[in-house]
T-cell receptor, first 111, second 118 residues
Framework: SQELEQSPQSLIVQEGKNLTINCTSS?????LYWYKQKYGEGLIFLMM???GGEEKSHEKITAKLDEKKQQSSLHITASQPSHAGIYLC???????????WGLGTSLAVNP | GAVVSQHPSRVICKSGTSVKIECRSL??????MFWYRQFPKQSLMLMAT?????????EQGVEKDKFLINHASLTLSTLTVTSAHPEDSSFYIC??????????????FGPGTRLTVL
């Protein structure tokens, strides 16, 4: 089974709508990373959360970490076509700097 | 800041040839770089962890003699796919770890290299 589960797998929203993507871990979250990827391109770093209850925002994207639930959520407010892409969460696996990855959430935003 | 480049972005080669892919951290030093492989519509598969000045650590199932990794400096790591075959065709992405003061490292990714082996 997957150590990091992302939901939903894919999402289609109308421009202007809000949406939430979840990332749930079966193990302790040492450092939870959110990245965005456009198909055929590299990953863009969005945010990193480390402490329970931590919340960070970048433009219209907000990420939260619930350490007890071993879960992080990524919330996009007033979505735009530029938000379309694949959102990946990754958990720091320990002191070897490796990241364990979720399978990603594919987001499409219809104008 | 934290820009990582990859070269080439796209390569097509004949079966049996070797292909070298470069990964450079442009504005920071990276003691650790990672090489990933990604199949269409799938997540990242870590191939190996590359540490400057030492041998790379390969993930289970990745042939080290097939995928040669060299991390000669704090800003450059190379992946050489030796005797490439069509099944090696894939999207290869590197990342470089930037040490955050007192926090967990953040990986910054290159734009990827699309390898097609004919």
């Amino acid at each position: 089974s997957q150590e990091l589960e992302q939901s939903p797998q894919s999402l289609i929203v109308q421009e202007g709508k809000n949406l939430t993507i979840n990332c749930t871990s079966s193990k302790t979250l040492y450092g939870l990373y959110w990245y965005k990827q456009k198909y055929g391109e590299g990953l863009i770093f969005l945010m990193m959360l480390q402490k329970g209850g931590e919340e960070k925002s970048h433009e219209k994207i907000t990420a939260k970490l619930d350490e007890k639930k071993q879960q992080s959520s990524l919330h996009i407010t007033a979505s735009q076509p530029s938000h379309a892409g694949i959102y990946l969460c990754g958990n720091n696996a320990g002191n070897n700097r490796k990241l364990i990855w979720g399978l990603g959430t594919s987001l499409a935003v219809n104008p | 800041g934290a820009v990582v480049s990859q070269h080439p972005s796209r390569v097509i080669c004949k079966s049996g040839t070797s292909v070298k892919i470069e990964c450079r951290s442009l504005d920071f030093q990276a003691t650790t770089m990672f090489w990933y492989r990604q199949f269409p519509k799938q997540s990242l598969m870590l191939m190996a962890t590359s540490n400057e000045g030492s041998k790379a650590t390969y993930e289970q199932g990745v042939e080290k003699d097939k995928f040669l990794i060299n991390h000669a400096s704090l800003t450059l790591s190379t992946l050489t796919v030796t005797s490439a075959h069509p099944e090696d065709s894939s999207f290869y992405i590197c990342s470089a770890a930037q040490v955050n003061r007192g926090l967990t490292d953040t990986q910054y990714f290159g734009p990827g290299t699309r390898l097609t082996v004919l």
